[in-house]
């Protein structure tokens, strides 16, 4: 989501301050608001529930951390509340990590609003989370200081105990009524990286055991006496409308309760709500509607991809200029490349259904939704209940991941969910989207072609480049739209190939962007899904035709401000050298590298064909964060993050449409890797970095397809220049 | 609507619920077990996994009037389970999970296998695992605790 050049995309930054929020609840809640007028001096009061604070400090030495943003698998439940334990001292196990609900109080520190998106948890609350680790530190140490009569510098803090100088020691858990009487200090001095203990360490998820036993309640898992729960028939071609329905035979299933037309976002629908799923399902399936298709566009893959290929032939919006865009034309049709490449749609089908829980009754409303963006999400809700956003209790749910698929401008999913508790006051309503709602509903990573020239110099290096990329743009038409679309280009259309590392002399990118009836939405690295393989895979055609080393033509290549991708290449290129010189017979080698949302990864993968297809025998991945904040996690991450994208060269990995249906349904026709697809190993280096740190979510995810097909290339000596993969 | 008798982790049961309903919404609605998670209703994924009979089976499609007699064993009675516990510490020890919503679902077909298999392959793994989705793709980690539980049982 949301790019790693425009990272304050909704022009929103207001100055934070620490307060504290008094001790009515017992304890120390350390609190952090935003100067705002109007806003900024409320004296907020202490709740359990909504929490009021980022921390509570309880009698009983617990240690509540408050996380700011949605946890659906990236580790930031964990990595947030390191930063903040580490600074406080506290004791690590008595730690709980709590999903906070909406509030301004959580809101990005640079983004703004609550959301979490563009790998940007670390990047952006690094400081945020120490600082209020320090400063309840601070506070803590000043209540004890003042109970013993010693100057607070004599006092050492250890595992949730404040030491006195002269063998005093409290618990944090018995200052915390006196730390909370005391003033927010105005600034505290965060450790050096010399100092941290749990930061930079290899540290376990606080979110295991639940997820292991069983006992992890998602928002799929919310349970409320009386609940109902809601399936919509949604239109077979996007924004469709219903012309008529004959619910007869839904009704006549026992414990169907209600069935009614009802708008959506796009069109409108038919809601069916039961008392359990599967008399919903039943229902729904029982449904007899007619729907008034002649009136919106019908998407075909076919024909898109035939529009687009014209489009690309021309030139776009600049995106991009730099040198002389003439200059390719002086340069002898042997010594060019021109490729043509295709992207299909990607659904992103996290595992747990799409879903939200909502009650509207007179006093307002409460929502239970694993939401990557609190903010517009609550708003949504308390416009379709005629509430304001304060009305709506919005509670974080743990999702079963996301990656963009809950990051949803047009909050559709809540939109639907709260249509549905208006009509029902006082009844908590759970909409569930079925598998099938999901890979049909919309919201795919857009279809790309992108049509490139390249000229190549004596040395074999590229002097001349000219990239057309023709695709929908995510960001028209929601409020991101401002900030990331200029010049009729959409940043997250162009981003990994405008802004690449391989200082490249004459350089000319532009973009269309048509206007389609299919939603689309941002996939886990967003334009680097498609950018990143354009580039990576021309690039290694290069070094091919240079008859140069891969790595050694990147590192020739790359442009000297390139830090981070030069020490992961060359971190690669170590970690490698035992073997990837001496692959052999029917396995080769592959090489990839791409920078995004700050982070540098560069990847190497060992590939054979098996049953005509791609077999990764092993991936190692170099990878420049910055500062490691968890290095278990962001191994993690890199070895989930290559296996997601390969959903790209899946066979069936793409969603496509004839005469404006979708044609898959679910995972038997949209179908991701599987424990038989993935890497067997992937072997995660970390470089040695005290820079600031960076994500890690999104910039595995876009090396893996071109390593693999240059792999495959070295194998066939064939390009692949069209996505999902066809058979070998 | 029809009443079943079901023995579900070793607990008698009684549902009355439409014949057609499967085990899933069974275990997730009437019985209140959500550790047993829905993610496709096709038996594409495994999220579902529970074992019937001791067989590890997609609940997603298993229509509560099949179940009959065999017992039903969920991800919530594999902390008391001999093989279950240490396969649910090695996924801890691992730090297997990301999201964790198939983790239920892997665990019960991780079990399985080692229930059968003691000593199991990769090729071994790769087939008892061969149908559980992890959208996170955790599965090098997967493959990781299970080989540590199978050296924990030994």
């Known amino acids: 989501m949301a790019t790693a050049t425009t990272p304050n995309f909704l022009e929103v930054n207001r100055r934070t301050f620490l307060r504290m929020s008094g001790a009515a609840a017992g304890g120390l809640f350390l609190s952090l608001h935003l100067a705002e007028p109007g806003h900024a001096r409320q004296t907020p009061k202490a709740q359990a529930y909504p929490p009021a604070a980022f921390i509570h400090v309880r009698s009983d030495g617990k240690i509540v951390i408050q996380v700011n943003r949605l946890e659906f698998g ?105 730390a909370a009487k ?236 709260a249509t549905i508790a208006k009509r029902l006051p006082g009844i908590p309503v759970k909409l569930i989207w079925t598998r099938e709602d999901d890979v049909q509903g919309g919201y795919y990573r857009p279809m790309f072609v992108h049509r490139v020239d390249v000229g190549i110099g004596a040395d074999g290096m590229p002097i001349a480049w000219r990239h057309v990329i023709v695709g929908q743009s995510l960001v028209a038409g929601t409020p991101f739209a401002a900030r990331l679309i200029k010049d009729g280009v959409d940043a997250t259309a162009v ?18 962007h048509p206007e389609i009836n299919v939603p689309v939405l941002w996939w886990r690295s967003v334009g680097h899904t498609h950018t990143a393989f354009v580039m990576e895979t021309l690039i290694d055609e290069l070094a091919m035709r240079a008859k140069t080393d891969p790595i050694a033509y990147r590192l020739k290549l790359l442009s000297p401000d390139a830090k981070k991708l030069r020490a992961c290449l060359t971190l690669l290129r170590e970690k490698t050298a035992s073997w990837r010189d001496s692959a052999t017979g029917n396995r080769a080698v592959g090489v990839a590298s791409h920078e995004s949302f700050g982070t540098g ?15 990764i025998h092993r991936a190692v991945i170099a990878v420049d964060p910055g500062f490691a904040v968890n290095p278990l996690s962001i191994e993690s991450q890199m070895q989930g993050g290559v296996t997601f994208g390969m959903t790209q060269v899946m066979p069936k990995g793409a969603i496509t449409l004839k005469d404006g249906r979708v044609e898959q349904r679910n995972w038997d026709g949209y179908t991701p890797p599987y424990i038989n697809d993935a890497p067997v190993t992937v072997e995660v280096h970390i470089v040695p970095s005290s820079e600031k740190p960076t994500g890690c979510g999104e910039p595995p995810v876009p090396v893996i397809s071109p390593a693999i097909v240059n792999a495959l290339s070295r194998l066939t000596g064939k390009r692949y220049r069209s996505l999902p993969l066809a058979e070998i | 609507m029809e009443t079943f008798k079901l023995t579900v982790n070793c607990q008698q049961k009684d549902v009355t619920v439409d014949p057609s309903t499967p085990l899933l919404w069974v275990l997730r609605e009437d019985l209140k077990m ?112 299970i080989k540590a539980a199978a050296r924990q049982l030994g």
């Open chain 1, 601 to 615: 990864v560069a990847c190497a993968v060992e590939v054979s064909v098996e049953n005509k297809r791609p077999k």
């Open chain 1, 182 to 417: 005391l003033p927010v200090p105005e600034s505290v001095q965060l450790k050096k990286e010399s100092e941290l203990h749990l930061s930079g360490k290899n540290t376990r998820r606080l979110d295991s055991r639940g997820k292991c036993n069983g006992s992890q309640k998602f928002g799929l898992d919310v349970d409320l006496p009386g609940m109902k729960v809601a399936l919509v028939a949604h239109p077979p071609v996007f924004g469709a409308r219903v012309k008529s329905f004959n619910a007869d035979a839904a009704r006549a299933i026992s414990g169907v309760r209600d069935v009614f037309e009802m708008p959506l976002v796009r069109g409108t629908g038919v809601a069916v709500v039961a008392d359990r799923f599967w008399a919903a399902k039943q229902a729904r399936d029982r449904l007899q509607a007619e729907w008034n298709t002649a009136s919106v566009e019908h998407p075909d893959t076919a024909q898109l991809f035939s529009k687009y290929r014209e489009l690309a032939r021309t030139a776009g919006n600049i995106a991009m200029t730099r040198g002389s865009a003439a200059s390719m034309d002086s340069i002898p049709s042997s010594k060019r490349i021109l490729a043509e490449y295709e992207f299909p749609f990607l659904a992103h089908t996290p595992m747990e259904p799409l879903n939200t829980t909502v009650r509207f009754d007179s006093s307002g409303a409460e929502v239970w939704a694993g939401s990557q963006f609190q903010t517009f999400d609550q708003m949504a809700v308390a416009e379709v209940l005629g509430l304001k956003a304060e009305q709506v209790t919005f509670h974080t749910e743990m999702a079963g991941g996301g990656f963009g698929r809950r990051a949803v401008a047009d909050s559709h999913v809540q939109r639907e969910a």
């Open chain 1, 74 to 178: 990236q580790g930031v439940q964990t990595a947030l509340p390191m930063l903040l334990a580490d600074e406080m001292d506290a004791d690590w196990s008595q730690v709980i990590a709590e999903l906070a609900p909406a509030a301004d109080v959580y809101s990005d520190p640079i983004a703004g609003i609550q959301m979490v998106g563009g790998s940007g948890s670390i990047a952006h609350s690094f400081e945020q989370y120490r600082q209020l680790g320090a400063s309840a530190r601070a506070m803590l140490i000043a209540a004890a200081a003042a109970q013993w009569n010693v100057m607070p510098e004599q006092c050492r803090t250890e595992a949730s105990v404040v030491y006195g100088p002269n063998s005093q020691s409290a618990k944090y858990g018995e200052l915390a009524e006196s």
């Open chain 2, 34 to 145: 959500s550790g047993t998670k829905y993610g496709c209703g096709i038996a594409a994924c495994g999220a579902c996994t529970v074992h019937v009979g001791g067989v590890p089976t997609r609940s997603c499609v298993l229509p509560i009037s099949l179940v009959g007699e065999r017992p039903v064993v969920t991800i919530e009675a594999m902390s008391n389970d001999t093989i279950g516990r240490v396969v649910e510490e090695a996924w801890e020890s691992e730090d297997v999970v990301q999201c964790g919503y198939c983790q239920s679902g892997q665990i019960m077909s991780a079990v399985a296998l080692l229930k059968a298999t003691p000593k199991p392959t990769d090729k071994d793994i790769e087939e008892s695992m061969g149908g559980n989705l992890c959208r996170c793709g955790t599965y090098v980690r997967i493959r990781q605790a």
């Open chain 1, 495 to 512: 981003e990994g190939v405008a802004d690449t590392a391989y200082a490249i002399q004459n350089f000319y990118v532009s973009a269309h």
